[in-house]
Structures are given as structure tokens and as C-alpha cells.
């Protein structure tokens, strides 16, 4: 078995090296364990600085696309070079490299697809009573929409098996943790959170200029996970408050003309109106909000099918050709493929098995 540890950059030059070196090249249950980079249009050095320390893996975005494109562009990668199990951690050395052998344990006994680190929050600190309320109001608001019993929702460090990377879509261009456990929660993922240790802080978070930017990013992409996943409730929901919004004024407009006292009172009845029709609009929109999450369903288990069937592809063919299997470069691939390693004839082989 193999496990990749993969490692989201961005101008990490200075810490990149103590945070590889943290990372056990043993770990128990995996013959084989590897380093990946995927740097985000760094502008210190840290791919070359990567490639110095011995680093097995390293993509280059040419430009910066965003923490989130690069975690899927990691677990893209970590899947193409046959990854059992793929950890992510920060560049930043925030997360205690030993502890990834307590982290991929739940995985390897079978008892989640997902492990999340749980960095006890409360213990840290550097982070302010401010910070250690929000940490404890947005975990459980998580844990309430994906019903998964997660301590530390937006933790980075995490361990996906194969089939939950296989599975994970990444649409937010700002963060990933919140909306991948929401899209395991609905997909019937089992994950778990397991206590991590922490290093002592090295460099302020680049994720966010201050709390209320954090907070409102986070909030949007939590609202849209929501309504992605659970459409029929959210709408359904808000068409039944319309209904009854507009049916208390249109009950005393009728109260008053049943005392023949209407007159002057229209006014009630022409927004209690507009109400009741936009309600029963938005209960319309629920009905169809909800086929086409149906169908969104269905072209996640399509998608999953066919990276399965790409990844198969280049398997065979980085057999016959003896050499690592690289990604084909589709034109429809909205990610860049630009990478510090070059393309070997695994990948045209790859190309032609796919194409």
C-alpha cells in the first residue's frame, strides 16, 4: 500500500523544510510512503527549495489559484501515482508530522474513509478566546448540517482513503473543509476526528486578512454547500415562511371586510398577496431544486466512475511503459498541468488509453 502526504504551497520556502522533515517515511501498514508538493504560484523558491530537500512529487501552478483548487489538485495528483491513502497537511509546519500515523489508523482498521485532526482548539495558545468561540460555534454548526460528529471542521489535517478522494468535488475557490464535510455527510462518508498535536506557530494565517473576512467567506460557502446539498429543505422552508408571512395580512384584511370595515385595508390584502404567490413560487422551486440535485448526484457517481476507469488507464499503461503514471492533458481541464517534473511516455501512452 501507499500513502502520499500531500502539501498545499504557497511562498513556504522557509518552512517547507522542517515540515518535510517532520514527515515519517515509515508509517505502520504502508510499504511505501511519499511527499507531494503542489505549489501555488510561489514567488520565493519553494518548488526549487521542494525539489532540493528530496521531495518525491512537485506541481507548479504557474500562477496562484487559490488553496482550494490546490488541495484538488493534490488529490488528483496523489490518485494519478496510486495513492491507497492521501494525507494533507499545511506548509506552515503547523500540524506535528508523528501524528500522521495516528491519523491514517481509523483508515487502515476500516472504520472511516476520512479522518480529520482534531487540534483541541481550546488548548492552543496562541488563539484568542474570540478565535476558540468561533472555533467551537462553527464546528457545531457544521456537525448540525452534515450530521458528522467532527470536533475541528476547518482542520487541514486530514486523511482521505481512496474511494473518499475519488469522491470529493471541490467547487469553492476560497476554502475546502467546511464543503467536503458537508459532501460527506450527504454522500454517507463515514468520518471521524482524531486528537492531533500542534507545532508552535511559525508565520500569521495567509487564508484570511482579518476575523470578519474569514467569517463572512466562510459563511457564504457554508450557506452554498448548504443549499447545494439539502435544496428541498432550504426552499421549502423559505416558501413556508412567505406563505404564512403573507397569509397573516390577507386574514386581517378578511377580518376587517367580514365586519364591513374593508375599506382602506387593501393594501393588506395586495402584500399579504404578493407573499402568499411568491411562497408558493419558491415551494414550486423546491420541487426543482431537489431534481436537480437528483441529478447532480448522479453526475458525481458518473465523474467518480470515470476518473476511476482514467486511473485505471494510466495504471496499465505506466505498467507496460515502466514508468510513473502522469495526468493526460485534457483542454477541458479548468486546473493548470504545468509540472516541475517532465511528461514521460507513460503519460502519451496514458493519453491514447484515455482519448
Not at 216 to 228: A, E, F, P, W
Request: proline share 5%.
Amino acid at each position: 500500500m501507499k500513502l502520499i502526504v500531500q502539501i498545499p504551497c504557497f511562498n513556504e520556502a522557509e518552512t517547507l523544510p522542517q515540515t518535510v522533515a517532520d514527515i515519517p517515511r515509515q508509517v505502520p501498514g504502508f510499504d511505501r510512503v511519499e511527499v507531494l508538493i503542489v505549489d501555488d504560484g510561489s514567488t520565493d523558491g519553494t518548488a526549487d527549495v521542494a525539489a532540493r530537500i528530496g521531495v518525491d512529487h512537485v506541481i507548479r501552478h504557474p500562477r496562484n489559484m487559490g488553496l482550494a483548487r490546490t488541495f484538488a489538485r493534490g488529490l488528483r495528483e496523489s490518485l494519478i501515482r496510486g495513492a491507497d491513502v492521501i494525507v494533507n497537511t499545511d506548509g506552515d509546519n503547523q500540524y506535528a508530522g508523528d501524528c500522521i500515523r495516528d491519523l491514517v489508523a481509523p483508515i487502515l482498521a476500516g472504520e472511516a474513509d476520512i479522518a480529520i485532526g482534531d487540534r483541541g482548539t481550546d488548548r492552543i495558545d496562541h488563539f484568542s478566546p474570540l478565535k476558540r468561540l468561533l472555533q467551537r460555534s462553527g464546528s457545531r454548526v457544521v456537525r448540525t448540517i452534515s450530521g458528522l460528529q467532527v470536533e475541528d471542521a476547518v482542520s487541514g489535517f486530514r486523511a482521505y482513503s481512496r474511494e473518499a478522494a475519488l469522491s470529493t468535488n471541490v467547487l469553492s475557490e476560497f476554502s475546502y473543509t467546511i464543503e467536503t464535510l458537508i459532501q460527506a455527510g450527504n454522500n454517507g462518508i463515514a468520518v471521524v476526528s482524531v486528537p492531533v498535536r500542534t507545532n508552535p506557530v511559525t508565520r500569521e494565517s495567509r487564508l484570511f486578512k482579518s476575523i470578519p473576512s474569514f467569517l463572512s467567506k466562510q459563511l457564504i460557502t457554508l450557506l452554498r454547500s448548504y443549499v447545494m446539498y439539502y435544496p428541498l429543505r432550504v426552499f421549502t422552508a423559505l416558501g413556508v415562511l412567505l406563505v404564512v408571512a403573507g397569509s397573516l395580512p390577507v386574514l386581517r384584511f378578511l377580518w376587517f371586510f367580514a365586519q364591513g370595515d374593508g375599506d382602506g385595508k387593501l393594501q393588506s390584502l395586495v402584500i399579504g398577496g404578493v407573499f402568499v404567490v411568491v411562497g408558493f413560487i419558491t415551494l414550486t422551486l423546491a420541487l426543482l431544486a431537489d431534481a436537480v440535485a437528483m441529478n447532480r448526484r448522479l453526475l458525481e457517481q458518473t465523474l467518480r466512475s470515470v476518473r476511476r476507469l482514467e486511473l485505471d488507464a494510466l495504471g496499465a499503461a505506466a505498467a507496460r511503459g515502466g514508468h510513473e503514471p502522469r495526468a493526460p492533458h485534457h483542454r477541458a481541464d479548468p486546473e493548470p498541468l504545468e509540472a516541475v517534473e517532465p511528461m514521460g511516455s507513460a503519460a502519451e501512452a496514458g493519453r491514447r488509453a484515455v482519448g
